[in-house]
């Protein structure tokens, strides 16, 4: 639906391109006769061009500056969802190309402002007639976008209904009106657009929290299937390697087997000496077991892992922990499990991803605790559960931060994704502090020095704006608004290419940038594993998943 619209606001916009073109400003609809015939309807011709410049020129200004609105909000519509019929994709650079659909769709408009005026002035006959062949038309185009896609009969439609369009035109030719009824369609089907981009939002962040059946019934198998065990065939082999500082340690927090897979097997696969990998994973008591089964099954080559329960952290509690404390309020609760829920698509798309309570799960925010949950650790490669590991990452360790806590990719540009973007300034705590224009960085794949943070005290600072938040007025959501806070001048940036974003998002992405990034990154809404990803990223994601591994065959999980 919503592509649908943002194709007629389109076609509405480059309508009224053509109309300048039209006979309305040209007098040029019949043929020339004779030399003095020719003449005089050049004179005619231009007085009628400086009427109606008149015209135009005296129109009223409130109407111009909303037709002027309406083409600049058209011209806003995100030509990534515009479908075969966008001009600006490449293959529609030839003019002929579809040109079938395109007339089409041109009649169709056409016909609809015919209807119009038709009926406006008593034309009933011909008012039934376009209505007859708009819905011959409207049958005959289906959801066809290429001129392969149409019935034989779309022809003879075509030209049915260019016959039925020249006698409304010769009955109903009126520029004024045509651009009146032309403008109204524009800004009738902008408002649809807005309206159905709103909804769309609210859809794709409720299918971005939902688990998939197959995920579920993979995580629920496996769970079954590891309490069935005998405690000593819980266990994992090479625990002496677990804090060992010579190796290489990787943090990684899910509640996603299928995720968390991914992210060990591509790391594995692409590490020179995977016996050196150390791999500690934390989720939560309901996915524990199911973890725990998914790698004992599965063990990851000749490297180590270990699985741990986010709930056996005792030292995790609402008295030390900011974000446990905050849930404990009724105001938090109210917040985000009961106010205000919407009642329509588009009015809760602007809440539900502020109000969405993952923002406050312990598994997000485990990752500003990192040396009281590995205390004998001097480094630790933070990754997050919705990436891919391309290469070896093993030169991240020899990398320098320069007394610094945290090596990250920035990601801001000339002027996007810097602090102003994440954080309150007109909140003076954060006004007097941090400067709008600092660069952003990205969480997802982060080098952390264990002993500087101790040094610098992170865990203290975190829980200081944390704590100041209570009442979100500093930032709306999410770990990255106080990781920016909390590590503002401790932050090394990384060469880009250890780390792409964007693949949760963008849909412009070059090829090359991603096979020549050390770490793909799924933020956003598309997650590889949800319906909604994108077709062209998954694939890099898919190929670390053995589909006829007897647990995921069973639960038809498919590519």
């Known amino acids: 639906?919503?592509?649908?619209?943002?194709?007629?606001?389109?076609?509405?916009?480059?309508?009224?391109?053509?109309?300048?073109?039209?006979?309305?400003?040209?007098?040029?609809?019949?043929?020339l006769g004779t030399s003095e015939e020719t003449t005089r309807r050049k004179l005619r011709g231009r007085t009628g061009i400086r009427k109606k410049m008149d015209v135009v020129q005296q129109d009223d200004e409130a109407l111009v500056k909303l037709?002027?609105?309406?083409?600049?909000?058209?011209?806003?519509?995100?030509?990534?969802?515009l479908g075969k019929y966008s001009i600006w994709r490449r293959e529609n650079e030839n003019e002929k190309a579809d040109s079938k659909v395109r007339l089409m769709r041109d009649q169709m408009i056409m016909a609809r402002i015919y209807s119009v005026l038709a009926k406006s002035r008593d034309k009933l006959d011909l008012y039934q007639e376009l209505l007859a062949r708009l819905k011959e038309s409207q049958r005959s185009l289906g959801e066809a976008t290429a001129d392969a896609e149409?019935?034989?009969?779309?022809?003879?439609?075509?030209?049915?209904?260019?016959?039925?369009?020249?006698?409304?035109?010769?009955?109903?030719?009126?520029?004024?009106?045509?651009?009146?009824?032309?403008?109204?369609?524009?800004?009738?089907?902008?408002?649809q657009v807005r309206s159905l981009k709103k909804q769309s939002t609210f859809l794709s962040q409720l299918a971005a929290k939902t688990i998939p059946n197959g995920i579920h019934c993979l995580s629920m198998r496996l769970t079954i299937d590891y309490y069935l065990l005998s405690p000593e065939k819980r266990k994992f082999p090479n625990s002496e390697n677990?804090?060992?500082?010579?190796?290489?340690?990787?943090?990684?927090?899910?509640?996603?087997?299928?995720?968390?897979?991914?992210?060990?097997?591509s790391t594995i696969m692409n590490a020179k000496e995977p016996e050196k990998?150390?791999?500690?994973?934390?989720?939560?008591?309901?996915?524990?077991?199911?973890?725990?089964?998914?790698?004992?099954?599965?063990?990851?080559?000749?490297?180590?892992?270990?699985?741990?329960?986010?709930?056996?952290?005792?030292?995790?509690?609402?008295?030390?922990?900011?974000?446990?404390?905050?849930?404990?309020?009724?105001?938090?609760?109210?917040?985000?499990?009961?106010?205000?829920?919407?009642?329509?698509?588009?009015?809760?798309?602007?809440?539900?991803?502020?109000?969405?309570?993952?923002?406050?799960?312990?598994?997000?925010?485990?990752?500003?605790?990192?040396?009281?949950v590995y205390p004998k650790l001097n480094k630790i490669l933070f990754l997050d559960d919705d990436i891919v590991v391309q290469r070896d990452l093993t030169g991240l360790w020899e990398v320098d931060l320069n007394g610094n806590v945290n090596g990250a990719v920035e990601t801001c540009g000339e002027s996007f994704?810097?602090?102003?973007?994440?954080l309150n300034f007109s909140n003076p705590n954060i006004a007097q502090n941090f400067d709008p224009n600092a660069c952003g960085w990205a969480y997802g794949m982060n080098m952390f020095d264990l002993e500087e943070w101790k040094k610098k005290d992170i865990t203290g600072i975190y829980h200081k704006w944390q704590n100041m938040n209570e009442n979100r007025l500093l930032w709306k959501l999410g770990t990255l608004p106080p990781g920016l806070l909390t590590f503002y001048k401790l932050t090394h940036p990384l060469d880009k290419s250890w780390h792409v974003l964007g693949l949760g998002y963008n849909p412009t992405i070059e090829r090359s940038e991603i096979d020549n990034a050390a770490v793909i990154h799924y933020n956003g809404n598309m997650k590889p594993w949800l319906e909604i990803a994108m077709t062209k990223y998954r694939p890099y994601w898919t190929k670390y998943i053995n589909y006829e591994h007897p647990y995921i065959h069973g639960c038809k999980i498919s590519q």
């Open 242 to 265: 677990l804090e060992n500082p010579d190796l290489y340690h990787y943090a990684l927090f899910s509640d996603n087997v299928l995720a968390a897979s991914v992210v060990v097997n």
């Open 150 to 191: 149409l019935p034989k009969s779309a022809t003879d439609r075509i030209r049915a209904m260019g016959q039925v369009l020249s006698k409304a035109r010769d009955i109903l030719y009126d520029c004024k009106a045509i651009t009146e009824r032309l403008r109204a369609m524009l800004l009738s089907a902008d408002e």
């Open 417 to 422: 994704h810097r602090f102003d973007k994440y």
């Open 67 to 81: 037709e002027n609105a309406g083409i600049e909000r058209s011209k806003a519509v995100d030509s990534a969802v």
């Open 277 to 372: 990998h150390v791999f500690h994973l934390v989720t939560d008591k309901l996915n524990f077991g199911a973890m725990n089964m998914w790698f004992l099954l599965n063990p990851p080559g000749d490297a180590t892992i270990h699985v741990e329960n986010v709930d056996d952290f005792r030292w995790l509690n609402s008295s030390y922990c900011p974000v446990l404390k905050q849930l404990e309020s009724a105001a938090m609760k109210e917040y985000y499990f009961k106010a205000d829920r919407p009642k329509t698509l588009s009015a809760g798309s602007s809440n539900l991803k502020y109000r969405n309570p993952k923002y406050l799960s312990m598994l997000n925010h485990l990752r500003f605790y990192l040396p009281q």
């Open 1 to 31: 639906m919503a592509i649908r619209a943002g194709r007629s606001a389109l076609l509405l916009f480059i309508a009224l391109l053509l109309l300048v073109a039209s006979p309305c400003f040209q007098d040029g609809r019949h043929p």
